[in-house]
């Protein structure tokens, strides 16, 4: 037991040791759980403190007294003060029996005897109720007159009705119901590790945070918790409806943050996404920020809208953060799961959305496009090695896809995708050489594409035109080292962007031949070099650029 009372110590910094002795006590021994429900009920220290030194004092006293009122026990006929002194009421002798007999009464002195026993009642209650004020008063030191000191200052809440509360509602009810969830948010605000942006919304960051007194206050946890706290400058404590009419009002868009409290990557939002000073920068021009924890009141029409079958309970979709239209209530984009983007590939994913979406009355948004339907595999005509790749891919799929997020990306699905109404694409010409005889040999696929690829030229840099939604478009470019965002007129050739790649090489990558294929159809564009952006389909579109090194 005593290394569970040192770790449950070490972790709390709980210094008393009755106190952890307590905890694991009510925990059966596991300190984990002791630990848990130190946080979740701080309150129990006050059933652990230890017996106050008064009330050995007060046994002490009383046993003398007892000892001293048995040896003259035969003075029972006079009366017994709170020193053990015996005052007989009369001075005839004949009141006191001096027999053997230790209780010798005549039936005369009953009276008396009854009197007696009531008097010795009244002091031992009296005694009890002074033992019992010392134990209650004995953390508050009173002055020398033996005046208390003052009751602490409390500070209690009314649960006030709430404006969805209906005439046929049990009012009772809901009242309680308020206050459980109240007491659960103010359990869960001593955790460094389990804030919830409902207990701190009022507060700036000028101003002290709230802290629960009797849970740990050594600098290490506080230190967590200004780490980890909601960023609440930043929020706006506002239901989902009455945000909408703001963002009208205010042409803002709604960015929403889901917190899942009992998950610590939704924390670490805080400490490293809503504290990003690029991001917070973009938030307060372009966004209005709601964050919502699941058992906020505020969160219930968001996760009832916007979540289908209960997937707001599914672990695999946070941390979660959506962008809302205010004017139609569409949930435009999302990110959710472990996919969640660091703070850097985030803020980018920002700026591409505010590039590509626009609150504006005569602007036109991307449109949803239906999915492709996935084309039925032959499997007559599969390779072996094909054949093994489907037969892994069913075998890690056979329990359902648990391990992913069920909310898809809705702006995922408006960018272009050359499957939906085309064909399998254009297949590479091959380059015959007319001047070899009259049985040419063709080159291989391969050969053409390089030899394609080196008449490209690689001096003509590129220079981004200036932004306009109805003749430019941002393109994606993904590498190994990370990505890179470009802009280019919907006009430009395909050839455009090889010239810029070889004119403007990522850093060490001089004069190593790429590829550029489409994602995720992964097309090769090496033989549509003559086609304009848009007609290859690289509208809002994200391109893979692969090297191709000797080994």
């Not at 020398?144 to 509360?165: C, F, K, N, Y």
């Not at 459980?180 to 701190?200: I, Y």
């Not at 009022?202 to 002290?208: G, H, R």
């Not at 139609?328 to 472990?338: A, C, D, I, L």
């Amino acid at each position: 037991m005593d290394d569970e009372v040192e770790q449950f110590m070490a972790v709390t910094g709980v210094a008393a040791e009755h106190i952890a002795r307590g905890y694991l006590e009510i925990s059966g021994g596991d300190p984990m759980q002791a630990i848990q429900l130190y946080y979740e009920s701080p309150d129990l220290q006050a059933s652990f403190n230890a017996p106050a030194a008064s009330t050995s004092a007060s046994v002490s006293q009383r046993q003398p007294a007892s000892s001293a009122a048995a040896g003259h026990s035969q003075g029972f006929t006079g009366r017994q003060d709170s020193h053990g002194v015996i005052h007989i009421d009369s001075d005839d002798d004949d009141d006191v029996n001096m027999a053997d007999n230790e209780f010798n009464i005549h039936e005369d002195q009953d009276d008396d005897v009854a009197a007696v026993v009531r008097n010795a009642q009244e002091e031992e209650d009296a005694a009890m109720a002074r033992r019992l004020q010392e134990e209650m008063y004995s953390d508050n030191h009173t002055s020398v007159d033996g005046v208390r000191a003052p009751i602490a200052q409390t500070h209690e809440t009314l649960a006030a009705p709430d404006p969805s509360w209906g005439l046929e509602d049990d009012r009772e009810a809901a009242v309680m119901e308020q206050m459980r969830r109240r007491r659960r948010l103010q359990g869960a605000s001593a955790n460094p590790f389990n804030q919830s942006s409902v207990d701190w919304f009022d507060v700036e960051d000028n101003e002290p945070r709230p802290r629960n007194p009797q849970g740990p206050s050594d600098a290490t946890s506080r230190r967590l918790r200004d780490l980890f706290a909601p960023p609440t400058s930043l929020i706006t404590r506002l239901p989902l409806d009455a945000a909408r009419d703001a963002g009208k009002e205010e042409k803002k868009w709604i960015l929403v943050n889901l917190q899942k409290l009992d998950d610590f990557r939704c924390q670490v939002l805080n400490r490293d996404h809503w504290k990003n000073e690029d991001i917070v920068s973009l938030i307060r021009e372009h966004f209005l920020f709601l964050q919502y924890t699941l058992d906020d009141p505020f969160a219930q029409s968001y996760t009832t809208f916007y979540f289908t079958n209960q997937a707001h309970e599914d672990v695999n979709n946070y941390p979660h953060a959506s962008i809302i239209d205010p004017r139609t209530g569409e949930q435009v984009k999302v990110w959710s799961g472990e996919s969640f983007p660091s703070p850097a590939e985030f803020h980018s994913d920002l700026v591409e959305f505010l590039d590509r979406y626009s609150l504006a009355a005569n602007s036109k948004n991307p449109v949803v496009k239906s999915k492709p339907k996935a084309k039925p595999k032959d499997i007559g005509r599969m390779t072996e090695e094909e054949m093994l790749e489907m037969a892994l891919q069913n075998s890690l799929n056979e329990g359902g896809d648990a391990s992913g997020p069920s909310v898809e990306d809705p702006d995922a699905l408006t960018k272009s995708n050359p499957d939906i109404g085309k064909g399998k694409g254009k297949a590479v010409d091959e380059t015959i050489d007319l001047t070899a005889g009259s049985d040419p040999t063709p080159l291989s696929p391969q050969a053409a594409a390089e030899n394609v690829f080196s008449q490209i030229s690689s001096v003509n840099p590129h220079v981004e035109p200036e932004h306009n939604p109805a003749t430019t478009t941002r393109i994606q470019f993904r590498h190994a080292s990370g990505r890179v965002i470009r802009r280019f007129a919907t006009t430009d050739t395909v050839r455009r962007i090889y010239e810029w790649l070889k004119a403007e090489p990522l850093e060490g990558k001089q004069g190593v031949p790429f590829e550029l294929k489409t994602m995720p159809a992964g097309r090769d564009l090496i033989g549509e070099l003559e086609k304009t952006i848009e007609e290859a389909g690289l509208k809002q579109g994200t391109v893979m650029i692969e090297y191709i090194e000797d080994s």
